[in-house]
């Protein structure tokens, strides 16, 4: 059984490897954790050898959210095989998402939704697009980390996600970075390691 399990979240049209490094950065300060980085269900409908968690084309505001709920199933067969492989099934606090992107948009939903509640979320250049009503648990923390100079998901969305995810009774946080585009920093993965090394201290 693994003592404590960080799964990573890939964005659209990449693949898990492409985030596995940065268990190279969280590891020394995560000792016990076992970090996990799978592939989204769905062949990336762009073309090239990439991944997917849910299509983008012909993507709207208006139509993100559905997209988003009728994903739901296979994030959650993947995540479940995951958590039950590393025998974590009935301890969720000891679980943690990080996504980016598209990965952060599924790992807000899974919170949001009120389907699962892990020990904590980190959320690089994500947005929130579930739809309402949300309904998260109240004991998972969750990071939010975007870069000011993003112009492919404007930071103003980790903004939102914040005041929505409190409104909501949630625990949030979020941090901007100026000068940063749409990619995960080393100041950014320096939040999100100290955040995680606090979110699943073993007590």
Do not use: C, Y
Request: a negative charge; aromatic letters at 6%; hydrophobic letters at 45%.
């Amino acid at each position: 059984m693994s003592v404590s399990l960080v799964i990573f979240l890939h964005g659209v049209g990449s693949r898990g490897s492409d985030l596995a490094p940065l268990a190279g950065v969280l590891a020394p300060h995560l000792p016990e954790a076992v970090f996990v980085a799978p592939d989204g269900p769905l062949p990336f409908d762009g073309g090239g050898a990439g991944r997917q968690w849910f299509s983008i084309r012909g993507v709207t505001e208006a139509n993100r959210p559905q997209r988003i709920v009728e994903a739901r199933s296979d994030f959650d067969a993947t995540l479940s095989g995951i958590i039950r492989e590393h025998g974590l099934s009935e301890q969720l606090d000891r679980v943690a998402l990080v996504g980016f992107s598209q990965g952060s948009i599924m790992a807000l939903d899974a919170l949001a939704s009120g389907r699962w509640s892990f020990g904590a979320i980190v959320a690089f250049s994500g947005r929130l697009a579930s739809p309402e009503p949300l309904v998260p648990s109240r004991s998972t923390r969750t990071l939010l980390i975007h870069g000011e100079a993003d112009t492919m998901i404007p930071a103003t969305e980790s903004l939102e996600a914040e005041r929505r995810l409190k409104s909501a009774g949630a625990v949030a946080e979020v941090h901007l970075l100026p000068g940063v585009v749409h990619t995960i920093s080393s100041e950014g993965a320096a939040l999100a390691t100290s955040f995680l090394a606090k979110a699943l201290a073993i007590q």
